[in-house]
Each structure stands twice: as structure tokens, then as C-alpha cells.
């Protein structure tokens, strides 16, 4: 499993190898970088890692988990950065602006209300959640969710044992910007710290735009990775907030109230039993 991880690792640095600022060293003018040449073109065959095909009847057991991914920890900023964009290339955009350019350009063509892929909500169901215009003594103030208003991300994903391959995997299937109420910003005497899911992704459907957009490497600046990657690869620091279970797939918040500390130890719990369940596969 660790060989097939580094091959992994391996094949993500050489694919994103040919969009580390194309034809810098080529450019003729400030106006050619970025431009891929004919010969990078001709030979481009960059795209995300297609998953393999998953026959039910292998799955010998599977849990669907929602994790919060929390943007102020240290090791999640890469999914929060950047936030100016003004002073910085096209090609590096936070995960949330990767996320609207693909809705509005037409390339993430489905978004829903809840995770469960009910309901699907419109590009201009979308700006109502993220765009409030409030009129006041002859003024019109327009107030936007930007980056800066997203505080985190809810993960939905599946943990299951391949029976072929005999070991635990995580497929991520959605997710969802957190963000503020929009209809508060810029309110007097209001303070809503709370964060709400403002339209979930089916992920699928999203991986060629994550995979377009490259998240700044600090070890190596030539080695920029993609969303898709590091997503995929589970690089986020993530709390387990909700497990599918036979009360309606409760949160953990709604039967352990009022105690921060015992609602992260239940997490934990349910993060052991994960763990513990591709041991107990191989007990006999």
C-alpha cells in the first residue's frame, strides 16, 4: 500500500510539472507565460486520476462519514489562500473562487441544497446565498461572500473494504463551502459567527476544474498540486461531525449537547471503529 502511495505522489508531481508557469523560461514576451507551447500541447495528456471501477458486490463493508475541515488550522490553509487576488497569477485561486468560477463558467454543471443530492440549486439560487444588495437613506450597499467569509468545509465521503484489493479506502463524494449568513454582513449590533453550508458539489463532477487549479507547493514552487490531489490524497486536518446511523443519520452534536470536549471525543470514537474494522477483516 505504501509503494502504491508514492507511485501515486509520483505521478501528481510529474503531471503538474507542465503547469508550474508554462513557457516562463520560453516566453518571449510577459504576454507568452502561461501560453503552453505546441510541443507541450501535443503532448499534454494532464487530467485528474481516473477511479477505478468499484463492483458493490466487492464492497464487504462500508460508512458514510461528514467531516468538517476547520480553515484555521495550520495544515488546511492551502484550501483557504489565497484571498487577494489582485497582485497574484490567474492560475492560483482559494479552493472556494475555484469553486464559483466553475459553477458560473459552466463546467461544474450541478450543485445541490444538502448532501444528499435531493435538490439541485440554480446559479442565481447561488447568488442569493452569497450576494445580499440592502438599501439605506437613498444608498445601495452591496455585501459578498468572499474567501474570507468561508471558515471551513463540510467533507462527505465513504469509508469501505475492498474485498479484492483487502484493504480500508476513502472515496470522497461531496462537499460544501461553510460559510457566513450574508443577509448579517455589514449589520450593526449583529454578530453571527456561525457558519452555514452555502450549496454542496458532487465532487465527481468537479474534478477536472480542481484538478485545473494548483495550490502553491512551499517544498518546491516547480511542483505545484492540484485540489483533486490533495483532496483525494487526504492532506486536511478533518473532525467527524455525523455518521449514517438509524436515527436519520443524527449529528453527533444533537445527542451530545452542550460539551465541546466529549462531542470530539465521540469523533475520535467513531474514527477508532473505522480504523479497528480493517484489523478485525483479518481476524479470524
Request: hydrophobic letters at 40%; charged letters at 25%; aromatic letters at 12%.
Amino acid at each position: 500500500m505504501k509503494k502504491q502511495f508514492l507511485t501515486l505522489i509520483c505521478i501528481c508531481f510529474a503531471v503538474s510539472l507542465v503547469n508550474a508557469q508554462a513557457n516562463i523560461l520560453n516566453a518571449k514576451s510577459a504576454n507568452d507565460i502561461g501560453k503552453k507551447s505546441q510541443q507541450q500541447i501535443g503532448a499534454d495528456n494532464d487530467g485528474p486520476i481516473p477511479y477505478g471501477y468499484v463492483d458493490d458486490r466487492d464492497i464487504m463493508w462500508s460508512k458514510v462519514v461528514w467531516e468538517f475541515v476547520d480553515l484555521n488550522q495550520k495544515i488546511n490553509l492551502p484550501y483557504y489562500f489565497p484571498i487577494d487576488t489582485t497582485n497574484i497569477s490567474s492560475d492560483r485561486r482559494s479552493l472556494f473562487d475555484t469553486l464559483i468560477k466553475g459553477i458560473r463558467s459552466g463546467k461544474i454543471k450541478e450543485a445541490y441544497t444538502d448532501s444528499f443530492f435531493t435538490t439541485k440549486i440554480t446559479q442565481d439560487e447561488i447568488d442569493t446565498r452569497l450576494v445580499n444588495i440592502r438599501e439605506e437613506n437613498g444608498y445601495t450597499d452591496t455585501f459578498n461572500i468572499q474567501t474570507e467569509d468561508v471558515g471551513g468545509y463540510m467533507l462527505k465521503g465513504m469509508w469501505y473494504f475492498d474485498k479484492l484489493q483487502g484493504e480500508m479506502k476513502y472515496r470522497l463524494l461531496a462537499l460544501a463551502p461553510m460559510g457566513r449568513d450574508v443577509q448579517t454582513l455589514g449589520v450593526e449590533g449583529v454578530e453571527d459567527e456561525n457558519l452555514y453550508e452555502l450549496f454542496w458539489i458532487f465532487f465527481p463532477n468537479a474534478r477536472e476544474v480542481l484538478h485545473e487549479s494548483k495550490v502553491f507547493n512551499p517544498m518546491n514552487a516547480a511542483h505545484p498540486i492540484s485540489y483533486d490531489h490533495l483532496l483525494n490524497a487526504r492532506r486536511f486536518s478533518a473532525v467527524i461531525v455525523r455518521e449514517e446511523n438509524i436515527y436519520g443519520n443524527r449529528a453527533i452534536s444533537d445527542y451530545v449537547r452542550g460539551n465541546s470536549l466529549f462531542q470530539l471525543l465521540e469523533a475520535n470514537k467513531i474514527k477508532e471503529e473505522i480504523r479497528n474494522r480493517e484489523i478485525d477483516m483479518w481476524n479470524y
